[in-house]
């Protein structure tokens, strides 16, 4: 099928990034309009808690690409532009200017946005979020002039920042409501290999607590004072309590919104000619049989492929890419693919040594493997994904042995 008319691209992400480069890889010769909020070439996320945040990455590196790309490829690049409202029904996109942008195909990739800590105190200066490149500026800078930090919430986002607070020889006071670090996304098992690293690391972490205020004097952050009237000292506070999903135009617009834009298989929308991918998309992903959001790199570097394929009239393109996430602490470099939910799994199987952090973990559901995390242990991560994308029965006692390579724990027929 030819595209007549604009392919346009709301969210200049790395999502919508990859989303143009994949339009032009696919022969798409049409205009390619690709809008951004802020005034920074499309740049990816993982550094901006990682290597970036840590001063081991230059700012170069996490851009998509240059921005002489943008011109050879007559990409459309608007930087610093806002859009105020779409309109599906005619086919445009109103900017905050007034002006109007007519598609024929158009693609969100708004991602998510920091969830606020509803509590008093929280606008003092020197409480500190982290999503864009600006901020992992003001939270490196605040490094640099800091001794004491505190970071409310022990989620990814949250324990990266510590991981990266303690490397720079900070003090740091995790706080978190859960009974362990990560509970929700790893379960008990593995959260407390989470909570053992930072602890280890000299991370003071608190667990089962609640914030009731973040103080201040003269406007600036000095502290947070806890539900139980415990106050702990902070020079700089990090807030990492989740995110939500940018999906306040495509709900305006009258699209189908549930815990972010609802999509398909093949990341369309509910209104014709509108399609999503990246954090803000709730896409049904056929492997599970069910809707799924994930927030990570993974999904915002490689839906967008499809998306374009779909755009394009690819009769066959659909997602079904296991998900994949990864993170750097200390000493400790993991990879997680699959998915697995709360009370959606049976129990956890270990193979390799928990203790020395060299080992890999297998969530099965009966003898399926829902997902697989390998800590620091390489070379595995393809065949734990072919061990989900297949759902072939296993051997647990097979699974958990290191001597039989994993392309042999099935059960024998």
């Given at each position: 099928m030819t595209v007549d008319g604009a392919c346009v691209i709301v969210g200049a992400s790395l999502a919508g990034a990859k989303a143009a480069e994949a339009l032009r890889e696919g022969d798409f010769d049409g205009p390619v309009v690709l809008i951004g909020q802020e005034n920074e070439l499309p740049y990816e996320r993982p550094p901006l808690s990682k290597g970036y945040l840590m001063g081991k990455d230059a700012r170069e590196k996490i851009y998509v690409h240059p921005a002489e790309w943008y011109t050879d490829h007559l990409i459309d690049l608007r930087l610093g532009a806002t859009v105020g409202s779409i309109e599906p029904a005619d086919h445009q996109v109103i900017m905050d200017d007034d002006s109007h942008v007519r598609y024929a195909k158009l693609l969100l990739t708004t991602g998510a946005a920091p969830r606020r800590l509803p509590v008093p105190g929280a606008e003092l200066d020197g409480v500190l979020y982290l999503r864009t490149s600006a901020d992992s500026d003001r939270i490196k800078e605040a490094f640099r002039s800091s001794s004491r930090v505190v970071v409310i919430g022990a989620g990814w986002i949250g324990l990266e920042c510590a991981a990266a607070a303690r490397t720079a020889g900070l003090e740091v006071t995790v706080l978190e409501a859960a009974e362990l670090p990560l509970l929700r996304v790893l379960g008990r098992e593995l959260a407390e290999v989470f909570a053992n690293l930072h602890r280890e690391h000299g991370v003071d972490l608190r667990l089962g607590v609640h914030v009731a205020e973040i103080t201040g004097s003269d406007g600036t952050v000095d502290g947070v004072r806890l539900a139980d009237g415990t106050r702990i000292g902070a020079d700089v506070v990090i807030v990492g309590v989740g995110?939500?999903?940018?999906a306040d135009?495509?709900?305006?617009?009258?699209?189908v919104v549930d815990n972010g834009v609802r999509v398909d298989s093949r990341l369309r929308t509910s209104y014709p000619d509108v399609y999503a991918a990246g954090d803000v998309a709730n896409a049904f992903h056929p492997l599970f049989?069910?809707?799924?959001?994930?927030?990570?790199?993974?999904?915002?570097?490689?839906?967008?492929?499809?998306?374009?394929?779909?755009?394009?009239?690819d009769a066959d393109a659909v997602y079904d890419r296991v998900p994949y996430f990864f993170t750097d602490q200390y000493d400790l470099g993991m990879e997680y693919s699959g998915h697995a939910e709360p009370h959606g799994y049976d129990r956890v199987v270990f193979r390799g040594d928990v203790t020395a952090?060299?080992?890999?973990?297998?969530?099965?559901?009966?003898?399926?493997?829902?997902?697989g995390m390998n800590v620091n242990i390489w070379d595995v991560n393809d065949q734990i994904q072919e061990l989900v994308r297949t759902a072939a029965p296993v051997d647990p006692a097979r699974l958990a042995d290191p001597a039989?390579?994993?392309?042999?724990?099935?059960?024998?027929?």
């Open positions: 995110a939500a999903p940018n135009l495509a709900e305006a617009a009258g699209l049989g069910k809707q799924i959001r994930v927030e990570h790199w993974a999904n915002a570097l490689n839906q967008p492929a499809t998306a374009a394929r779909v755009m394009l009239g952090r060299e080992f890999i973990a297998f969530w099965l559901a009966g003898d399926r493997v829902m997902a039989v390579p994993l392309d042999r724990v099935a059960m024998a027929s």
